[in-house]
């Protein structure tokens, strides 16, 4: 039986395949999908779509590691202004992070995820992770799984907290003040690193995965023991194991918006942050001059990612897009996904910025598998129109 999909917005003259992709997509979904779809293209929206029960254009979701992109972006103003130099050592800026070996580890070998500091070795406490200046405190002092330096592997659950603490020592600020006050207000962006009371009636939970009897059976043929790498990463070696599909559904996460997976948005606000990073919104010039942003997209760590167990690709603090997910985008495209199936990316050589988010949490956590054909379509149409 076939049921009926209405997808709402709009897309621009050129765009329209985009839509048709869309609705595309929801056909094999489940039927109370939600999710949203939005891009840039020099600074104009081109795109702005959206379905599901109970969903409009401004509906808020938990983006999970696509929070990581504005966690980077405010380290990329801060190395434009001169405040950070990413070959100084962390210590520098934070003298206890040198503990345990760590003395030498630049800001750049942080960003691209070579410290070995993805945990700690008895895990967060909920409360704890959900603030990152106790995140950092217990990381400074905490031994590296790996000699830094020497291999790479996703600090999925830490990067945020490690970065953030370098920028308050450096700045007094907190990334997510200097957050709000440089990037999220001056363009009035959906995505915010600590969702204020008076947004929460926008929030839309996170709804579980629901596999299939297939995909159930791949889950349990690659488990992880408790003190894994990949255990010690997402905070399942913890004495309350952190549940990540639940996770942005926790009111304190969402109030105090942790660098690491805290974030909260819209596909609006996706999309928007890195139209605004890249080529500049409503007027405004972009954030980023040329030479950050390609800095920023230099490759700096690829290959085999010990906490993955699987190829990836790291630029400056964002993921490698172009290399690790789409490789039809232009290199240098910078972004990052998040583990509940959101998207975000700018792709500065089609002055392209897209965002993607889905209300349940995709098999098998990552960016949802739709966003290839998603991404695909944009980009064709961004280089179509010109």
Excluded at 180 to 197: K, Q, S
Excluded at 346 to 353: E, G, I, Q
Aim: proline content about 5%.
């Amino acid at each position: 039986m076939t049921r009926e999909i209405r997808v709402r917005g709009t897309v621009a003259d050129g765009y329209e395949a985009v839509r048709d992709e869309f609705t595309a997509v929801l056909a094999s979904e489940e039927p109370h999908y939600a999710g949203q779809l939005s891009a840039y293209v020099k600074g104009r929206q081109v795109v702005d779509l959206w379905v599901g029960p109970d969903t409009d254009a401004d509906t808020l979701y938990g983006v999970y590691s696509s929070t990581k992109g504005a966690a980077h972006l405010v380290v990329a103003l801060l190395v434009q202004d001169g405040v950070l130099d990413l070959d100084r050592e962390v210590a520098h800026y934070w003298p206890e992070f040198a503990a345990e070996g760590k003395g030498a580890v630049t800001l750049r070998e942080l960003l691209a995820h070579r410290a070995g500091v993805v945990g700690a070795d008895s895990g967060f406490s909920p409360e704890e992770f959900a603030d990152d200046r106790a995140i950092a405190a217990r990381l400074a002092a905490q031994r590296p799984f790996w000699r830094p330096g020497s291999a790479f592997g996703y600090h999925a659950l830490s990067i945020g907290a490690l970065a953030g603490e370098v920028v308050f020592r450096a700045t007094g600020r907190t990334l997510q003040e200097l957050y709000e006050e440089r990037v999220r207000a001056p363009f009035g962006l959906d995505f915010f690193l600590g969702l204020p009371e008076e947004h929460e009636d926008r929030f839309h939970s996170v709804l579980p995965m629901d596999p299939t009897p297939e995909q159930k059976a791949l889950i349990a043929a690659q488990p992880t023991g408790p003190h894994s790498l990949a255990s010690i990463a997402f905070n399942r070696n913890a004495a309350h194991p952190t549940d990540l599909e639940a996770l942005p559904n926790s009111r304190l996460l969402r109030a105090k918006g942790p660098a690491s997976a805290g974030g909260v948005a819209s596909a609006r606000g996706l999309a928007g942050m890195y139209a605004a990073a890249t080529t500049g919104i409503g007027g405004r010039e972009a954030l980023l001059r040329p030479d950050t942003l390609g800095a920023f997209g230099q490759i700096q760590s690829i290959g085999y990612d010990l906490v993955a167990r699987t190829h990836k690709a790291f630029a400056v603090g964002f993921q490698a897009t172009s290399d690790v997910w789409y490789p039809f985008l232009g290199a240098g495209s910078i972004g990052h996904s998040g583990a509940g199936g959101s998207q975000a990316f700018a792709d500065p050589r089609a002055s392209l910025a897209y965002g993607y988010t889905r209300r349940r949490f995709a098999f098998p956590g990552g960016p949802a598998a739709e966003n290839e054909r998603l991404a695909r379509a944009v980009h064709e149409a961004a280089l179509a129109t010109g």
